[in-house]
């Protein structure tokens, strides 16, 4: 594996259609198995990228604590078969403070849009990754639902000829989805309420049940019965993230809760002739995360 801190530099070491993982580094294992939706793109170059960006932080404190370990992280990408590393510096990234923008419009607002300006930053610095690296397809998590709306609409309005590759949520074997915050959780059991909330609801939609409303009830109640403290529970259509009232193919149930200091999201989607998506549970605990 090539680690590259500069543009030129991972352009000039990446061969051939290059299929890139943006990421912002504290690895875990949700992160490397999107290397393999990366390989079954058949690109000639998995290139992942490492980036803290901190113009999609709405708190200073948050960007300040967020994890950081670029050694750790190169080591991990290596082993998860990355070909190269993009790894720049905020100099880099931005030589001068960015005045064009790009705007993620009304795709920006609703649910985790309370982060002021989180998707414009997103979809300024995708936009960036896009325009210097040339990839030929991209890998988005659907644990972010809402970036993949964003993403996805990003490359048809500004013409970006990338292919976008969502690939399902990796969760631990107790349901928690992995994300670098779970370092931060102490409160195991409020967390777990994201989830249990979710695989109720999927179960109850693959019973029949199609009442929106009824769906996130569910999730509601979960979240209150484990502690936590709930942000938002919502169906919605999952390209233009409006809320919808009938459980349809195309729509995601998503969930945010504040758990202690952390702040979790999570859901799942509907997709397959009613069935839904709940991602993948690890077979043991994540040992990258400090969770299990
Ligand atoms: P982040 O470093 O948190 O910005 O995430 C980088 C990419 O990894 C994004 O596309 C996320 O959606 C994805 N990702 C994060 N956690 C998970 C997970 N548990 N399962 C699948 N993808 C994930």
């Given at each position: 594996m090539r680690v590259a801190r500069t543009f030129g530099e991972a352009r000039t070491t990446a061969d051939g259609r290059v299929a890139l993982i943006p990421t912002m580094g504290a690895l875990h294992e949700g992160h490397l198995a999107l290397v393999d939706t990366a390989r079954a793109a058949d690109p000639d170059t998995v290139m992942m990228s490492v980036f803290v960006?901190?113009?999609?932080?709405?708190?200073?404190?948050?960007?300040?604590?967020?994890?950081?370990?670029?050694?750790?992280?190169?080591?991990?990408?290596?082993?998860?078969?990355?070909?190269?590393?993009?790894?720049?510096?905020?100099?880099?990234?931005?030589?001068?403070e960015p005045v064009v923008r790009v705007s993620a419009g009304p795709l920006g607002e609703p649910m985790e849009g309370r982060r002021k300006g989180h998707f414009d930053g997103v979809a300024t610095v995708v936009t960036k990754?896009?325009?210097?690296?040339?990839?030929?397809?991209?890998?988005?998590?659907?644990?972010?639902a809402q970036q993949v709306a964003v993403i996805r609409r990003l490359v048809v309005d500004?013409?970006?000829?990338v292919r976008v590759l969502p690939a399902p949520t990796l969760r631990e074997p107790d349901g928690l989805a992995l994300s670098s915050r779970n370092v931060f959780l102490d409160d195991r059991e409020g967390a777990l309420g994201l989830s249990r909330g979710l695989f109720a609801a999927a179960d109850a939609i693959e019973g029949g049940l199609e009442d929106g409303s009824a769906a996130e009830a569910i999730?509601?109640?979960?979240?209150?019965?484990?502690?936590?403290q709930l942000h938002y529970a919502s169906l919605v259509d999952a390209a233009t993230l409006e809320p919808v009232d009938r459980v349809r193919d195309g729509t995601v149930l998503a969930v945010a809760a504040q758990v202690g200091e952390v702040r979790l999201i999570d859901n799942v989607h509907i997709d397959g002739d009613?069935?839904?998506d709940r991602g993948r549970l690890l077979t043991r605990p994540s040992t990258l995360t400090g969770g299990g």
């Open positions: 960006n901190p113009i999609q932080f709405d708190d200073p404190a948050d960007l300040e604590r967020y994890p950081r370990d670029l050694e750790r992280d190169t080591a991990l990408a290596e082993a998860a078969g990355v070909g190269v590393l993009f790894a720049p510096s905020v100099e880099e990234m931005y030589p001068q990754l896009f325009a210097g690296l040339q990839p030929s397809a991209a890998v988005f998590g659907r644990k972010d500004l013409s970006f000829p999730v509601a109640e979960a979240v209150a019965d484990a502690g936590a009613g069935t839904v």
